[in-house]
């Protein structure tokens, strides 16, 4: 299985953006964990993190035909970018949402994800666990 996995804005400051909510990993331990896990399970993950809006729908669009599966962590576009909504509904590829946080239990407008109806799941409170979780999803399949 090839995954595809797309983190958003500020994922990029992983082990340094709020820590007591984050962690203190990196982006590059979370990269390093999902390409283990895909190698273990005989698949391949590729990586794309991007701060720009247009940036990640390219990606969503690029990846129709060529990934089996998409793990995407929309970060603060969850809760308003129909944009993301849209690109993931119009590729052929099932997309899963993870956020390392309790989305629940933060704000008020984390809670609401307008991107969640274009995947097959949403899981999140988890930390970096949530992104293998998700890809479980897709080889359990």
């Known amino acids: 299985m090839k995954f595809l996995i797309i983190n ?3 994922l990029n400051l992983l082990g340094k953006r709020e ?7 990196t982006y590059a331990d979370l990269c390093a964990l999902i390409e283990g896990y895909a190698r273990e399970h005989g698949s391949e993950a590729e990586f794309f993190q991007s701060n720009h809006e247009g940036a990640i729908i390219d990606a969503i669009h690029a990846a129709d035909g060529v990934y089996d599966a998409i793990v995407i962590n929309p970060g603060a576009y969850t809760h308003y970018s129909y944009a993301i909504l849209d690109a993931l509904k119009a590729v052929e590829v099932p997309a899963f949402e993870v956020h390392i946080s309790h989305i629940d239990q933060r704000e008020s407008f984390r809670a609401v994800s307008v991107t969640a109806p274009a995947c097959v799941g949403q ?5 970096f666990d949530g992104y293998l979780r998700a890809m479980d999803h897709f080889l359990k399949g």
């Open 19 to 25: 820590p007591g909510i984050y962690g203190k990993s």
């Open 8 to 10: 958003g804005p500020n």
């Open 123 to 127: 899981i999140y409170g988890l930390g």
